[in-house]
């Protein structure tokens, strides 16, 4: 079984509070999802509700693609992929780039039994989003994860996120998002803030944007890569240690009017790259900044 506490063995946190508030926050012997393969103990050092999985029981969510009879492809490297759908993951591909079409098509062909393959969830694409363009501009996918709310479920995401993380070179991977925590293809990850819930948590779907490559036109073949280990080197995470201003984002929006229309996209773009800076913080740093250099030049004149 796996253990009631877990935590990545490359950074992460501590999933077991999430846990309990998606099961909400009582301890219970009733199986998740009407299956076998979960159960909540007592933890007797602490006292808290925490899920322990039989892996023996594993009951995979039934997939909501229609006409999926439960057989699947086998993929090894080099090989040709294929849409989602031949895995029973829900998915559209329509928008994406190529490079997030073959990430899609690659999680389903390696991860298909740890995704939540009911309709509507499985591997999410394009969509709209008024805060980042990720989504609506094809660089993004959402993979979702079967009973995440245990810790097998968390333990499989954070294999999908390792997994990704070492092939993130080949697969021009730009950053990623699991357990609240920003992780970049290069450099320091970082704690997020606490949004509220685990969906804004990132603790029920791993996020990985891609950087920016053709369109696919859905024609174009895309190959699984041809060393399934890759690039084992792990990182760092830090915690808030950006200040204390700000921190979901959300809820620091820019006033209307308060800066250039042709900028706001850029302010918004830049509070991703730390939990605790917001838009509001960046554009008030960068009117500081050119008061100060305007009066330097009036001192000059």
Request: hydrophobic share 30%.
């Amino acid at each position: 079984m796996h253990p009631g506490t877990w935590t990545s063995s490359t950074g992460g946190i501590d999933p077991t509070a999430w846990l309990e508030k998606a099961k909400g926050g009582e301890a219970s012997n009733q199986s998740q999802h009407d299956s076998d393969r979960e159960h909540v103990s007592i933890d007797p050092g602490d006292g808290s509700a925490v899920a322990e999985i039989d892996d023996e029981n594993w009951v995979e969510t039934p997939s909501g693609v229609q006409g999926f009879d439960g057989n699947v492809p086998a993929i090894g490297p080099g090989d040709e992929l294929p849409h989602p759908r031949e895995f029973g993951v829900p998915a559209g591909e329509g928008g994406l780039r190529i490079d997030t079409k073959r990430g899609m098509r690659i999680a389903a062909a390696k991860f298909h039994h740890y995704i939540n393959k009911a309709a509507g969830y499985g591997i999410g694409g394009v969509r709209e989003d008024p805060y980042y363009p990720d989504h609506p501009g094809g660089f993004a996918i959402d993979i979702m994860i079967d009973h995440f709310e245990t810790d097998g479920g968390q333990a499989h995401g954070t294999e999908i996120k390792d997994w990704f993380f070492a092939h993130r070179h080949e697969l021009n991977i730009k950053y990623m998002i699991w357990q609240q925590t920003y992780i970049p293809a290069e450099g320091e990850a970082n704690k997020m803030a606490d949004r509220g819930n685990p969906n804004e948590n990132h603790f029920n779907h791993v996020h990985i944007t891609f950087h920016e490559s053709p369109f696919a036109n859905g024609d174009e073949p895309v190959y699984m890569v041809e060393d399934d280990a890759g690039d084992s080197t792990g990182y760092t995470v830090r915690g808030n240690g950006c200040g204390t201003h700000g921190g979901t984002h959300h809820d620091h929006e820019l006033e209307p009017g308060s800066v250039p229309e042709e900028f706001v996209r850029w302010f918004q773009l830049g509070a991703q790259v730390c939990a605790d800076v917001d838009a509001p913080l960046l554009a008030a740093h960068n009117r500081s900044r050119a008061s100060r250099r305007a009066l330097s030049a009036a001192q000059v004149l």
